[in-house]
């Protein structure tokens, strides 16, 4: 060995302060902060009971899930036209019988559906979904809400809230209980992607809008945006991108973006968050699996954080070659917030590598991972395997800290774990879940 000797300060020494972690009592003391750690989950598409049938729940709803989908067209000859014109129980066992019976579930998405089945001790290789059906249908959605969040330590979840969904919006209108474990979040798809579809609808709602987003449309974006956050009290606003997302730019999507969407975030003191890379409907005959991803210009993101400095961002990107620019962007601009490894990176092979780069760029300051579950169960497995991937990559750096002669207590991994996973989401929000 040359000259380095990378023995512990602490290990031998006999001036060890009592709480002071060793190498070898550091994994399990992540793992026990991790567990113990209620989590804010930042972004799902799950709904609060009072948005009723928008919520998802229950084993059909976990098997038909569109990752789930996208790989049954691989083991099956079923075509997707087909496949959509059945019903749903229909559609689970199609999937079922593909993707765990004739095939051994071993993608992340099918060992999600293995991990629920057996957290409620349902059988994860039976011939069929009876069991699993008898058991969901039993359940009270109230209680198995609160148990399924329980199950996940998810003390919150936030939502995606489409006031234009012809769903969801009669629902907002009559009035929906405030309810602390789910946060709403105004979604601006519609608004923001594609101009040329909403905008008459939100003129028969008796906004002053036109198709070129011109005359008085701005002003009329922006009382539609104050009447929203009156009614919805949102954490944030969100919009997801595609790869092309370019600002400035001379669209309507870049005017009203400009002029009407980051004044009302900043009037209202919230975070605008981005989902850029997703290619929407590279295949729709896939329907919600059609969507790709592609590497993104992230000068966009650099643009938005110099030029709109009181504006606070929440930004995720879709494409694994876009995750170190966004960690040096981050670095250059504080009012920059990355956050979660979002759906075709939520794979802990990816999300290792991610999360590793984050934390070696930025210590504590971002949010390492939110859900985006939308079936209610999913919480369950995404949360554990958050917490499994973690563990190990927080011990190392904690280990590598030993080594270079800072010791490192309980005490420090709880701020940490709170940090990541809960008061920089909560401070960037300015709300407090707890
Ligand atoms: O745009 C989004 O919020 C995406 O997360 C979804 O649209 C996507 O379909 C998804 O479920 C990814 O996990
Ligand atoms: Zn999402």
């Known amino acids: 060995m040359d000259g380095i000797s990378v023995k512990t300060p602490y290990s031998e020494n006999q001036c060890r302060h009592q709480d002071v972690l060793l190498d070898h ?3 399990s003391a992540v793992e026990d ?8 989950d930042m ?3 799950l709904f609060s009971p009072s948005l009723g049938k928008l919520g998802l729940w229950g084993i059909d709803e976990l098997i038909t899930y569109h990752y789930l989908e996208g790989e049954l067209f691989r083991s099956s000859d079923i075509t997707p036209e087909r496949y959509f014109a059945l019903p749903k129980q229909d559609r689970a066992d199609a999937i079922w019988r593909a993707l765990f019976l004739e095939n ?10 293995v991990a629920v089945l057996k957290a409620f001790n349902l059988p994860t290789d039976g011939p069929d979904l009876s069991e699993a059906r008898a058991f969901f249908a039993t359940q009270n959605v109230h209680t198995h809400i609160r148990q399924v969040l329980r199950m996940a330590g998810v003390s919150a979840v936030v939502m995606t809230n489409d006031p234009l969904d012809r769903d969801e919006f009669p629902l907002w209108i009559n009035g929906i209980d405030n309810d602390t474990n789910f946060q709403p979040v105004i979604r601006l798809d519609r608004i923001l992607r594609e101009w040329s579809e909403p905008w008459d609808l939100l003129a028969s709602l008796g906004y002053a809008v036109d198709a070129q987003a011109s005359g008085r449309s701005i002003p009329e974006l922006r009382r539609f945006l104050a009447d929203w956050y009156k009614r919805m009290r949102p954490v944030y606003m969100a919009v997801s991108l595609p790869d092309s997302f370019q600002f400035p730019d001379d669209t309507p999507r870049g005017k009203m973006l400009r002029e009407a969407v980051l004044p009302a975030c900043q009037e209202f003191d919230i975070p605008l968050s981005f989902m850029i890379g997703v290619r929407r409907q590279v295949n729709p005959r896939l329907r919600l699996a059609g969507d790709a991803v592609g590497k993104a210009d992230l000068r966009a993101v650099e643009n938005l954080c110099r030029d709109f400095p009181e504006n606070r961002f929440l ?6 070659e876009n995750q170190h620019e966004l960690c040096v962007y981050a670095r250059k601009f504080n009012n920059l917030m990355p956050f979660g490894c979002w759906w075709f990176l939520n794979n802990p092979s990816i999300v290792e590598e991610i999360t590793r780069e984050r934390i070696e760029l930025l210590g504590t300051s971002f949010i390492p991972q939110h859900s985006d579950a939308r079936v209610l169960e999913q919480v369950i497995y995404k949360w554990r395997n958050t917490r499994a991937t973690m563990a190990p990559l927080l011990a190392q750096s904690y280990r590598l800290l030993t080594r270079d002669g800072r010791p490192v207590r309980k005490s420090d991994i709880q701020r940490d774990v709170k940090r990541l996973f809960r008061s920089n989401f909560e401070q960037w929000t300015n709300h407090n879940h707890s």
Do not use: D, Q
């Not at 902060?33 to 804010?40: A, C, F, N, W």
């Open 315 to 320: 930004v995720s990107v879709l494409s694994r």
């Open 104 to 113: 051994t579930p071993v993608s992340e998405a099918t060992r999600g559906v």
């Open 25 to 27: 009592e550091l994994e």
């Open 43 to 45: 972004h799902t598409h």
């Open 33 to 40: 902060v991790l567990s113990s750690t209620p989590v804010v």
